[in-house]
């Protein structure tokens, strides 16, 4: 469960459209914590990390959470 504590953020590195769904390569400095399927949140909606190297991230986003959240809107 989320506490609402904000640890960190992330930039928006890379974006990789994949049909209607995007995957996003993040940097943070707690990328190096994070580990394959470890559910985090971003902006209020929790994304499963796919993939970790070093300092940068990845998160894929479906259509429907592209739509009704403001990832959609995420530029690099």
Known sequence: ?????????ARVVGIEQDGKNRTF??????????????????????????KVSGETYSVTAVHETLQKTNLGLWKE
């Open 25 to 50: 390569n993040l940097a943070s400095p707690l990328s190096n914590e994070f580990k394959i399927d470890q559910s985090v949140s971003h902006s209020g909606v929790c994304l499963t990390v796919e």
């Open 1 to 9: 469960m989320f506490t609402g504590i904000i640890e960190n953020t």
